[in-house]
């Protein structure tokens, strides 16, 4: 059965997150976190344990009190009421599903705690069920179920009193990577057919690329960068984000010259290279960031700007691609990640190469002290 849109909700509101504050003892959680989620958005709070993505969310759910600042959902504000005035539904990391309910009850149990007639009740968990592709399942216990269909069944129940708001707090993360990578798909396909607002917290990059319409990279209880998934892998604003989204080559050096937005920096082994420049200053000690995929091998690198000779010195074969350290100086290697084509020869351990890479593949930042 497919359910249209407007048979589930209405359109998702708008989040205001503004300048709040939040500590636990010498440890501040947030600091003057300001964000705003746009009606229907999916965004991802990411960043490693501590940066203060689940304290954020926990204070837009009313978890966690705030001790300066403001939310407001739907130009209302919020973040005074207690949780069950919020109408925000929660998926849980660990789902939280009542073991000894039924699926159907266990959708219906926020239905009924908000006292809705029984017959309305059976509507409401059918199209749920409906939604989610488990309809025939209804009777069954949670135990009775794959992980994935308890994933189901949870966004059902966060769902089914139709939420303008939707929190999912590392929702995938007790999957196994296959059928992690197919919930992916699914729930951005659920979310955009519902088109509830979802603000989502994982610290797996490739996850929130993989489902966001933007991603908030959080640090020390900050954002660092909001953007596009595009936008902060290809130019993110820090250091920080280069490392934590996406792997990175981290090449660290003094700047010899800064000409226009062209950096050139010299490293410690003695290499030369140029990349574009962020903020730098004559004699700073910098780091250049390369993605891997950009660093150039054999042929391919012999007209790049940035072009130097290596020796091999690991091998990793990773199925789609085939990843080789290569070391170009006596402090400096670089890893590359080279597609795996039929026909293309495979290198070893210790064969020379030529590796490139051209200036706009690289950023160069100043380390924050």
Known sequence: MIVSTEELCGVGKSIQIRRATKSFGAVAAMKDVTLDVAPGEFLTLLGPSGSGKTTTMMAIAGFTDLEFGEIVIDGARVDRLPPNLRNIGVVFQ????FPHMSVADNVAFPLKMRGMPAHQV?????????????????ARLPAQLSGGQQQRVAFARAVVFDPPVLLLDEPLGALDRKLRESM??????????LGVTTLMVTHDQGEALAISDRIAVMNHGQIEQIG??????EDPATL???DFVGASNHIVGTVRSVSGDICTI???????????????????VVTMVVRPERVLLGQEALDAENRHSGVIETVTYVGDTVRYSVRISASDVLLTNVQNARGRPRLSVGDAVTVGWNSEDSIVFVPVK
């Open 184 to 193: 992916q798909a699914e729930l951005k396909s659920l979310q955009k057919r």
């Open 94 to 97: 660990h789902l939280a599903l």
């Open 240 to 242: 920080f984000v280069a």
């Open 266 to 284: 010299i490293t410690s082994g003695g290499v030369e290279c140029v990349g574009q420049v962020r903020q730098v200053r004559d004699t700073s």
């Open 228 to 233: 596009s998934p595009e936008d902060l892998y």
């Open 122 to 138: 059976r509507a409401r968990v059918q199209r749920a069920l409906d939604l989610v592709e488990l309809s025939s399942l209804g």
